[in-house]
């Protein structure tokens, strides 16, 4: 029997294991089973999906960032984006910016 060395945060070790014992089983059993399954699977046992009880707010420089994209689309303020046609275009403008920052 091989052992495996993990990596965990404490209170996500702490709350598992208290499901896990809720449920008849210890963590190495939890463990077992979900490789198990993985291989079963041929993948991962589970569709990952985000918590739903998690709600992510955008920063306030993100949501400044999307106002100014809808006003921007919408035609409140003008379009100051540089439009690149190709490759070659894109990498010469990503170029001129890094001119302008350093």
């Not at 449920?23 to 999906?49: C, I, K, W, Y």
């Not at 303020?77 to 190709?86: G, K, Y």
């Amino acid at each position: 029997m091989a052992k495996l060395i993990v990596n965990v945060d404490d209170d996500v070790k702490e709350r598992a294991a208290a499901l896990y014992e809720s449920l008849g089983m210890n963590l190495s059993t939890a463990v077992n089973m979900f490789l198990r399954q993985s291989l079963a699977e041929d993948g991962l046992p589970f569709r990952p999906r985000r918590y739903r009880g998690v709600r992510l707010e955008p920063t306030a420089a993100t949501r400044k960032a999307m106002v100014a994209a809808e006003a921007k689309e919408i035609g409140l303020i003008p379009d100051d984006s540089t439009e690149c046609d190709s490759a070659g275009s894109a990498r010469a403008h990503l170029r001129s910016l890094r001119g302008l920052a350093g």
